[in-house]
């Protein structure tokens, strides 16, 4: 599998992908709002995109979806229950189906509402596995239920399916928020050690070249996946005094979604 991360440099700070067969060429372009910069990448490379993957229905990740149609005839996939609001899709998704890019790359689709109700997130079983998660997962956070989401479902979908890939999966989201997360992390967990290493390289890097986390380090500084830590859970308890002495996962899950919302 090849793949293209395509930094936008726009105000929503988008990332897109162009996940390519090695052998045919043949591209899946994934979320391409700046649909120009997607099809001037693959044409750099001699590359040829036939398929386009939204992961959900919102304007920042289906706006481009018109122009890149136009100019190459690439079908459209998105989530089944998401199809009739995005307009033009040729072949809705559910749980457990498989995108086939050219004769080499295969994609495993997850349900992951949350963010949204009807929102697919992309997982690449390869040597090197990889995870394009849309808005659900972000490198360091987790997504947000402001536009048609519910915080409870996004907690479901991490416990019963984020969290059991491989921890060598690569984190492909679809926005670069890593320092702004690692903040975040770091004022519910000051003394998360590899949170304030990262944070400081975050800071210093270029966007177009961003870092990429495995699932193995979003463990280690991604707040939403340390719901178990004393200290997380001890400063949520100046924000929620009812919390409990033993608070469940889902209960600190969503006491960090409400903070973040506002933070």
């Not at 991360?5 to 897109?16: K, L, P, S, V, Y």
């Not at 086939?100 to 790359?105: F, K, P, Q, S, Y």
């Not at 690569?170 to 679809?174: E, L, T």
């Given at each position: 599998?090849?793949?293209e ?12 992908y162009l996940?390519v067969?090695?052998?045919t060429?043949?591209a ?8 120009r910069?997607?099809l001037?990448a693959?044409?750099a ?5 036939r ?14 979806n ?7 005839g690439?079908?459209?996939l ?17 749980a457990?189906?498989t995108i ?6 295969e994609?495993?689709?997850l ?14 079983d390869?040597e090197?596995?990889a995870?394009?998660?849309?808005d659900?997962?972000f490198?360091?956070?987790v ?14 979908t991490?416990?019963q ?5 491989p921890?060598?999966t ?5 926005h670069e928020?890593?320092a ?6 770091l004022?519910?967990e000051?003394?998360?050690?590899a949170?304030t ?5 975050a ?9 990429v986390?495995?699932?193995a380090?979003?463990k280690?500084?991604?707040a939403f996946?340390?719901l ?8 949520l308890r100046?924000?929620?005094p009812?919390?409990?002495d033993a608070p469940?996962a889902?209960?600190v ?10 933070w």
């Open positions: 599998m090849l793949l991360r395509i930094w936008t440099a726009n105000a929503f700070r988008n990332f897109h996940i067969c090695a052998e060429g043949e899946l372009a994934v979320d391409p709002l700046d649909w910069r997607c001037a693959a044409t490379h001699g590359w040829q995109i398929q386009i993957l939204n992961t959900h229905e919102h304007g920042d990740h289906t706006g481009g018109a122009g890149l149609v136009a100019a190459t690439a079908q459209l998105a989530h089944a229950g998401a199809a009739r609001r995005i307009g033009g899709v040729d072949r809705g998704l559910a457990g189906d086939r890019v050219g004769r080499t790359v994609l495993r689709c349900d992951t509402p949350g963010h949204t109700l009807t929102h697919i997130c992309a997982f690449a390869a090197e596995p995870l394009f998660s849309g659900t997962l490198n360091a956070g997504g947000n239920c402001h536009n048609g989401g519910e915080p409870e479902l996004l907690y479901e991490f416990a399916q984020l969290t059991h890939l921890d060598a690569r984190v492909y989201p679809g928020y890593l702004r997360n690692l903040e975040f992390t004022d519910r000051p003394g998360n050690a949170a290493a990262l944070l400081a390289r800071r210093q890097q270029d966007p177009a070249s961003a870092l986390t495995t699932l380090e979003e280690r500084i991604n996946l340390r178990e830590e004393p200290q997380i859970i001890a400063r100046t924000s929620f009812d919390l409990g469940d889902r209960t899950f969503l006491a960090l979604r409400t903070l973040r919302n506002s």
